[in-house]
């Protein structure tokens, strides 16, 4: 409900004994039953595709670093995806399943943004790791040691975990309108911060701040990355060489393009041009469909990774 529409503000906004309710694809019950099986169909294949992964990295005696960054980033998707798709297959089975607890929505919002930032952090230490051995390959050993492969996923996960504490915390310090009804399957910062009542642009600061630190910094490294990456390879002459070079960048790109396309679209423009029919159609893509993606892309472009699940099927066999 917009802020223009709020007769009254409610006094106990701030309890956390108060529940806000998910509207969710409310206006679809007639389907509820077909999305629930698309959703749940959907889901179990994206944690089998990652759960797949994980295991074939692990299984591994011999991880090279984009093996191990990979590792983690199934982790990450796994972990993502539990964070919003069991709730909303609740919401769609389940009367009562569409009311959230003030405490249980700040945690989903903090998780799903701590998730995503540790993702675009991730993203710009793979990067960094074909940036290595592609620009400097008689260092690439020296440099990506297995210490510093252990530092970056952790510092990553800090990272995003911090940024996300304080996004959250900022956003549920404000005032929600009394009907706490959220227009969206699931606590999305853009839906919270629509149903605040609060007419002025500075509750939109801490996203705008959090927009900087893990969407706008990151994706300018792995430009940079990408920049450099290119310009050694204009000094390649064989295109055999400038092939197998690009080869093992495709993954990556394609990742990274779809994290940050749909992430930018979704948290970098004005509250004015909300729209909740759009942002949950955005949004479903970027919580089911894109982890969906994930495994397929790597498993199908990335050489060392098919090499890993032949090896581990052959192992079962």
């Known amino acids: 409900m917009p802020c223009e529409s709020c007769m009254e503000r409610d006094n106990k906004s701030t309890d956390a ?7 969710g694809f409310s206006e679809l019950l007639c389907l509820r ?3 629930f099986l698309i959703f749940l169909i959907v889901h179990l294949i994206t ?14 005696p011999a991880r090279p670093p984009m093996l191990f960054f990979l590792c983690h980033l199934s982790v990450i998707e796994l972990c ?6 069991p709730k909303t297959l609740l919401s769609l089975i389940v009367v009562d399943g569409r009311t959230i607890s003030f405490i249980g929505c700040a945690a989903q919002m903090h998780l799903f943004v701590a998730l995503g930032g540790a993702e675009c952090f991730l993203l710009v230490a793979m990067s960094y790791d074909r940036y290595v051995a592609i620009c400097q390959p008689l260092h690439y050993v020296a440099v990506m040691s297995e210490g510093l492969c252990l530092r970056l996923p952790v510092a990553c996960c800090l990272g995003g975990f911090a940024v996300a504490l304080g996004l959250t915390v900022a956003v549920f310090r404000l005032p929600f309108c009394q009907s706490h009804r959220i227009n969206h399957f699931f606590c999305d910062v853009s839906a919270m911060l629509h149903l ?3 007419q002025s642009y500075a509750p939109e600061l801490p996203l705008l701040a959090a927009c900087v630190l893990l969407l706008l910094l990151p994706f300018l490294l792995i430009l940079t990355s990408y920049a450099c990456i290119a310009a050694a390879l204009l000094h390649v002459t064989s295109s055999v ?8 960048c495709i993954s990556h790109l394609a990742i990274t393009l779809l994290h940050y396309g749909c992430a930018t679209f979704m948290y970098i423009r004005p509250k004015s041009s909300y729209s909740p029919s759009r942002d949950k159609m955005v949004s479903l893509v970027y919580t089911n469909i894109t982890p969906l993606l994930y ?3 790597y498993s199908l472009r990335n050489k060392e990774i098919r090499g890993v699940l032949r090896k581990m099927l052959r192992g079962k066999k």
């Open 17 to 23: 004994t108060m529940e806000f309710l998910l509207l």
């Open 33 to 35: 039953v077909l999305l």
């Open 47 to 60: 944690l089998a595709g990652n759960v797949m992964i994980f295991m074939a990295v692990v299984m591994e």
């Open 80 to 85: 993502y995806t539990l964070v919003i798709v």
């Open 196 to 198: 605040a009542c609060t």
């Open 241 to 248: 060489g400038r092939g197998k070079a690009f080869s093992t």
């Open 295 to 297: 495994p397929l892309i």
